[in-house]
């Protein structure tokens, strides 16, 4: 709404001009060279006082009302819509995909379950405010339950991810979780576990390999990790802080192990076993095998794992 007001000295000035008011076409040709001025300036300034056109003050407040406000109205639009995004987040457990698709609600208990009778396969999302995350077998086809997913801890770190699922948690991405348990027959395959704060289990056969990733944050003590599957943790890389134990047939075949605790490695594994410990209080190893070797100080030479086994372990 626009209101003009006219002062006293302003009637009498404007009874004085309309004496000698200049003739149509000088008024026309006067309006229209300030509209053009007006229009030409960045700020839509009003018409100087020598324009007595209303027509001309008119269409003024008419491109004012309908160009000034655009900026306004694309600020306050955007304002409006990233605090929609914001309100959206539910305070509970939910799952979120990267598509853009609608936030999906977990349980009441902070758990979340993908597959199985939840018939929901959970690919490309976060994971956020849950204390479980539970991928299970897929009811419609095999590879799909939680692939591409990221699992965010609760700051108290309790959080539990279990991979049950044959081909679940591909490409799975976990940051503060408590335990990362890949259950599931080819679970877990290159994924990146960064800031683990408890137990690391691979029981599922070929389970935690094609180079998945798992690190403590900053040293955090207590850190285990279990590679029990038939030829689990293949080529990983497992950067813990307490021990790492490679019990299943050729497990950890091809891994990098990082950890000042004790590492253990298969009983049961091929003549030629290919792997790396860069850092390690003790091997545990019955037998020798080609391959696996020990870097036992920055500036010397790498050692046979065996060799080192005998000396730094108790005999198995």
Known sequence: MIFFITSSS??????????????????????????????????????????NNRLV??????????????????????????????????????????????????????????????????????FMNCSKVLCEESANTVGETCDQVRVQGLEDGTT??????????????????????????????????????????????GSCGSKSHFSVWDDHQGVSMTCSGNKSCEESYIGISDYAECSGENACLGATINTPASVILPVVREPEFPMKIEVSACVEMAGSSTGCTYLSGPRNPTVDCFTIAQSSCPKI
């Open 160 to 205: 539990v991810v279990e991979c049950s699922g044959t081909y679940s948690c591909l490409n799975l991405e976990t940051t503060s979780l408590n335990e990362v348990k890949c259950t599931g027959t080819r679970s877990c395959l290159a994924s990146t576990n960064n800031d683990v704060l408890g137990h690391v289990e691979c029981s599922g056969d």
């Open 10 to 51: 302003h009637k009498k000035a404007k009874a004085q001009k309309q004496k000698h008011k200049p003739s149509d076409k000088q008024t026309t040709t006067k309006d229209t060279m300030m509209l053009t001025a007006t229009f030409s300036s960045s700020n839509f300034l009003f018409p100087s006082q020598g324009c």
């Open 57 to 126: 003050v008119a269409m003024m407040a008419v491109v004012m009302l309908a160009s000034a406000p655009v900026g306004v109205h694309a600020r306050i639009g955007a304002t409006a819509e990233a605090d929609l995004n914001v309100r959206r987040l539910p305070p509970g457990c939910y799952f979120s995909p990267d598509d853009g698709g609608s936030v999906t609600m977990g349980n009441d208990d902070g758990s979340f379950v993908c597959g199985g009778s939840a018939n929901q396969e959970c690919e490309k999302g976060t």
